[in-house]
Structures are given as structure tokens and as C-alpha cells.
């Protein structure tokens, strides 16, 4: 199956720096990315929609300013969690579908600590 | 109501029994029809893909969507201890749209 790479897969900061995460399709080119968090025991809440080379559509709720999406290539999507505050602390997901294929596929995840 | 309802248990039952999870929702317009397999810190697993209504089956799962009652089913036969973690569902629209995800039920089987 696809592979979606996503690293880091931990992170910890203080508080006031910002945190890049990135997200990579290894096998195929993706031409949507996805965003979302997921807080302990709860599912997975959509945070934004990026299309490669076009600007990413924010969740409402969803801060643009402070979660910066970078979709620059077709393989390479990234996170920008600027001025974090520990309630940003978070499980980040990144997932990913090809123009060809209906199928998402997600990275590993990214734990995000702030403290 | 939220749009995508599932009992986030946890459901526990013995090895080798078959497992039923499942998934009620409120969207009619919900044409793709996900479950996902999460253990704990990873990112989900992609388990069945199924378009519309109908059954499919893959090894021990099979996944039902019954789009007229907007109920989606995955079981699981022959359950083993490593089938022990969230299982997701997760719907879609269609186009370019996102997945709108169930809580997830974490299972549990006892060896």
C-alpha cells in the first residue's frame, strides 16, 4: 500500500517557539493533503485541506495564522505550529490522496508537547 | 447530533470470538465508507474501503454499509490479541473533501 511519511514523530518545545512537522508521500504523488489533531481518547478532528500549489482551506475554529500549511510540491506537505502554548499539545496526523486513488493513506503521526 | 456516532467502549471479548464494532450516521450524502485500525500513538491503518452500500470482505473483516439505515458495520472473525486497539470509522462526501471519523471503539481481546 501507499506509504505516507511523517516526521517527527515526537516533539517537545517550550513555550512561544514554533514546531515544523512534515508530511511526505514516499509512492505516489499527492495532490491533497490533510491535517488533523487528535486529543487523548478522542478521534481524529479535520484541522485543514491542502492542495498542491494552492492555499490550504482552515476547519472552522481552525486558527490559519497559527497553524501554517505549506503543500509546495506533490510529495511534501508541511505543519507550521507557530508560537505554541501547551494547549496545543497534540497528537498532529497528516494524510494524503493521489488524484488516482479515492484512498487516504495516513503518516505515523506526530506527539507534540509543549511545555 | 454528531454526524458520525460510535461507541468508544471499550469492548472486550475473548480470543477466537467474532467481533462486531459499528457505526451510525446522520449525513445522507456520505458515499465513502472507511475503518481504520489505530494502536495507541501511531497513525491509523487503513483496514476496509467500501463505496456505497453493500459488503466486502478481506481475510477475517468484513464491512457493511447499509446507506438506507445510515449504519455502517465491520466484523471480525476468529478474533486474536493483536486485533486489540481503536478501530475508526471514518466517511466522506466525495471529491476533495476530508474524513469525518467515529470516536473509535478501542477493543480488546483477552488471550
Known amino acids: 500500500g501507499a506509504v505516507v511519511s511523517q516526521h517527527p514523530s515526537r516533539v517537545i518545545c517550550k513555550s512561544g517557539t514554533s514546531v515544523k512537522i512534515e508530511c511526505r508521500s514516499l509512492?505516489?504523488?499527492?495532490?491533497?493533503m490533510f491535517w488533523y489533531r487528535q486529543f487523548p481518547k478522542q478521534s481524529l478532528m479535520l484541522m485543514a485541506t491542502?492542495?498542491?500549489?494552492?492555499?490550504?482551506?482552515?476547519e472552522q475554529g481552525v486558527e490559519k495564522d497559527k497553524f501554517l500549511i505549506n503543500h509546495a510540491s506533490l510529495t511534501l506537505s508541511t505543519l507550521t505550529v507557530t508560537s505554541a502554548h501547551p494547549e496545543d499539545s497534540s497528537f498532529y496526523i497528516c494524510?494524503?490522496?493521489?488524484?488516482?486513488?479515492?484512498?487516504?493513506?495516513f503518516g505515523s503521526g506526530t506527539q507534540l508537547s509543549v511545555l | 447530533q454528531k454526524e458520525v456516532e460510535q461507541d468508544p467502549g471499550p469492548l472486550s471479548v475473548p480470543e477466537g470470538a467474532i467481533v462486531s464494532l459499528n457505526c451510525t450516521y446522520s449525513?445522507?450524502?456520505?458515499?465513502?465508507f472507511m475503518w481504520y485500525r489505530q494502536y495507541s500513538r501511531k497513525g491509523p491503518e487503513l483496514l476496509m474501503y467500501?463505496?456505497?452500500?453493500g459488503n466486502k470482505e478481506d481475510g477475517r473483516f468484513t464491512a457493511q454499509v447499509d446507506k438506507s439505515s445510515k449504519y455502517i458495520s465491520l466484523f471480525i472473525r476468529d478474533s486474536q490479541p493483536s486485533d486489540s486497539a481503536t478501530y475508526l470509522c471514518?466517511?466522506?462526501?466525495?471529491?476533495?473533501?476530508?474524513?469525518?471519523f467515529g470516536k473509535g471503539t478501542h477493543l480488546i481481546i483477552q488471550p
Open positions: 467500501t463505496y456505497s452500500s
Open positions: 509512492d505516489f504523488q499527492a495532490t491533497t
Open positions: 491542502s492542495n498542491e500549489g494552492s492555499k490550504a482551506t482552515y
Open positions: 471514518a466517511m466522506r462526501t466525495g471529491g476533495a473533501d476530508g474524513l469525518t
Open positions: 449525513n445522507s450524502a456520505f458515499q465513502y
Open positions: 494524510s494524503a490522496r493521489s488524484f488516482t486513488n479515492e484512498k487516504l493513506f
